[in-house]
């Protein structure tokens, strides 16, 4: 039996490449239609937002450029991949690296920040992934890129015989390297850096409370409705039925929205109808979904 359209969140576990979380929830979905917003890399755990059927067309519209995650960084050593996954290319003792000092360093990334991409992103160059060439044994240099870092919190900070290990939460705008601020961080103190952990705990609207690991989900696939999810992530406008049957063939409606971007469009009896956006003095489709 074939699942409804909707929204998977999974709790991604790892090893797993998200195309992997993918071709699992095709299975258990019974569809080939499924698709999922946002790369996680197999390090990585945490939410990845997997749609179903007609919600994979709903996943390139989704607000998704707010995020969160759980971090741990080490200090004392840098790697080719600026996590622990690559060698180790550079070691320095941390014992003179002061908690203040830590505290400072981050503090300064906090912000509208130009970032170098970590070398292991899937950012292509030369027509190849960035990833795929680093691990092919070439350098890679990358373009800085301005993204939001809105807070990094220290949790933690141990310490080791010449290491130091800091566990942060971050909250940034799509598009931020938890790698490179390891990275960068490594870098600033004058001893290298990378990371040894990272849990996303949020994408959007979607976060670890409402995620699902895969074994659950093979007991249970648990299938927010695409109607849900367009609430969720949308302003929602509730339609007559003139305007319902417009909206179900895509004509542009003589009405004002209550603000920019995508909103989500209902028909009388709750059912999701499109994404609609003001232009020109009307409200045009963005994407029909019946």
Known sequence: MTAESGLVVVDKPAGMTSHDVVSRVRRLAGTRKVGHAGTLDPMAT??????????????????????????????????TTDDAEGDVVATASTDAVTDDAVRASLGAMVGAVEQIPSA?????????????????????????RRVRIDAIEILAVRRGPGTLEVDVDVRCSSGTYIRAIARDLGADLGVGGHLTALRRTAVGPFSL???????ELADDLAVLPIGTAARRTFPAVELGDDDAASVRVGRKLDLALPGAGPHALFAPDGEFLALYEQASGSARAVAVFV
Do not use: C, F
């Open 46 to 79: 945490g939410v990845l937002v997997v749609g179903i059927n007609r919600a994979t067309r709903l996943l390139g519209h989704l607000l998704l450029t707010d995020k969160a995650y759980a971090a741990t960084i080490r200090l004392g050593a840098s790697t």
């Open 120 to 144: 292991v992103s899937a950012i292509k160059v030369g027509g190849r992934r960035a990833y795929e060439r680093v691990r092919a044994g070439e350098q890679v240099e990358l373009a800085p």
């Open 209 to 215: 409370d409402i995620a699902r690991t895969l074994e």
